[in-house]
């Protein structure tokens, strides 16, 4: 008779510790879920600040100014597309001389760089370029 009740005790134990590590795991996957939503919002509301844009130029041998970049996200959740850059040419004492705006349309996946090609005539006197990002829409 002791037998069995220490066994049904080890038993009834056993089962109680199963159903704490089922309801701890739960609440993780739930503060999880909530981190997960809130840090959606935070990326979709500034795209901006989680887009970055490097580039480098040269001219062809038509003359005109061959522009590669790569566009990054750094966002941990969001996807972005359609992403506005606008295009600074500059004279050699930093005067602008020209903006133009150009897309991307392409998607940016979290975490991930796409590369962008485009050619220009630069106006006379160019001597450099920068590039910003206006905008981007956040791919649903």
Excluded: W
């Amino acid at each position: 008779m002791k037998k069995i009740a220490g066994i049904a005790l080890i038993t009834i134990v056993l089962l109680c510790a199963c159903h704490d590590k089922a309801k701890e795991a739960s609440g993780e996957k739930e503060v999880y879920q909530k981190a997960t939503e809130a840090l959606a919002a935070k990326e979709k509301k500034n795209p901006i600040a989680f887009l970055s844009v490097s580039s480098h130029d040269r001219r062809n041998l038509l003359g005109q100014t061959v522009i590669k970049a790569n566009v990054g996200n750094s966002a941990k959740v969001c996807t972005y597309k359609d992403v506005q850059l606008e295009l600074s040419f500059f004279s050699k004492t930093g005067t602008i001389l020209e903006k133009d705006v150009e897309t991307v349309y392409d998607s940016i996946p979290a975490g991930k760089v796409v590369n962008f090609k485009t050619k220009y005539f630069a106006p006379k006197g160019s001597d450099s370029i920068s590039i910003k990002i206006l905008s981007a829409k956040v791919k649903e």
